[in-house]
């Protein structure tokens, strides 16, 4: 798992710190309950993977610094091991007030040398 600090959805993300968990800021233009802007798809071991990064969402801003990547998989969030758990049950807890800090612990999918996944 990796640490990253999303600094808001028009923030800069700081550099990783050390091995943790990932805090996103949410995003909302009206003080509702807002999400970080990821899409993501079950896989076929019903682990939920980051499929997509929503355009201008604190995770998008932050994927060039190393935040959220597509392929990631989702394994805590703020401390709780949600692996496995259906996007139902996982969505209130990752929505909340704008500017609100969620932690996502997320495997991320090693890349080797060809450029061909592996786990």
Do not use: H
């Not at 700081?14 to 899409?39: E, F, H, L, M, Y």
């Amino acid at each position: 798992m990796a640490e990253f600090d999303f600094c808001g959805c028009r923030g800069k993300a700081k550099p990783n710190r050390k091995a943790s968990d990932t805090p996103v800021k949410q995003a909302g233009q009206d003080g509702s309950q807002c999400g970080i802007g990821v899409v993501f798809r079950m896989d076929n071991q019903s682990a939920l993977i980051v499929d997509s990064l929503v355009p201008g969402g604190p995770a998008w801003d932050s994927a060039a610094n190393g935040g959220l990547q597509v392929g990631d998989m989702l394994q805590t969030i703020d401390g709780k091991n949600v692996y496995r758990w259906s996007v139902n049950l996982l969505a209130p807890l990752l929505l909340g007030p704008e500017g609100t800090t969620v932690r996502l612990g997320v495997q991320r999918q090693v890349q080797s040398a060809d450029g061909e996944g592996g786990g």
